[in-house]
């Protein structure tokens, strides 16, 4: 039976397994045509992660088959690309509100093991971490690489996030999608 949790630190090793098996830098060219997650995680960016209660699992027994990072603009500012994006929250509107790092974070990266992609895996980890950061922030903020169109229908079809802008960073296109905290998944 798969439970949903906030990780612990001994969730850590199982994580970081489940991550370096879809990083775009060491996924198969087989697997990479249906997602990939592209920020480096380590020992010591979960352990900070999970000191702000910021990574949600789905787990069976001790192997973690799904994960979701949710973190504040703080946190994330170490990596280059959220940097950009930090930069262009004041031009984006969602919701009747002008994006800041105070009333939004960061949703993802997301991985979910291919044994359960297609299944209800995807939108209960998501919900379950909606729940929790709808305590802290009202705006969920996320991009998808546009050479991702699953993780791009994923998100949109499935999970109904909005598309609010494109941006390029390293001479990649991304689209930035942006989600209510406060509304459950229908």
């Known amino acids: 039976m798969i439970q949903l949790q906030i990780a612990t630190l001994e969730d850590s090793e199982a994580v970081l397994r489940l991550h370096a098996k879809y990083h775009i830098d060491t996924i198969s060219q087989v697997d990479k ?15 900070e992660l999970i000191a702000q ?11 973690v088959l799904a994960y979701v990072m ?12 959220f940097k950009k994006m930090i930069e262009g ?4 509107q969602y919701a009747n509100q002008t ?7 960061q949703y993802g990266p997301i991985c979910v093991d291919k044994s359960l992609r297609g299944t209800a895996v995807l939108k209960d980890i998501f ?23 699953r ?13 609010i802008g494109e941006f390029e960073f390293n001479g990649n296109q991304y689209w930035e999608l942006a989600y209510e905290t406060s509304k459950p998944l229908a």
Request: proline share 6%.
């Open 33 to 47: 045509k249906d997602g990939f997650v592209t920020t480096p995680f380590d020992e010591a960016i979960l352990t």
């Open 127 to 149: 919900e379950f971490a909606r729940v929790e950061m709808a305590k802290r922030y009202p705006i969920l903020v996320t991009f998808v690489n546009q050479i991702n169109p």
């Open 89 to 92: 929250l004041p031009g984006l």
């Open 70 to 81: 949710a973190a504040s603009w703080q946190f994330c500012s170490r990596w280059p690309i």
């Open 151 to 163: 993780s791009y229908a994923a998100h949109t079809r499935k999970l109904g996030l909005d598309v």
């Open 53 to 63: 209660n910021g990574l949600f699992i789905a787990k069976e027994g001790e192997v």
């Open 99 to 105: 994006l800041s790092v105070d009333n939004s974070y």
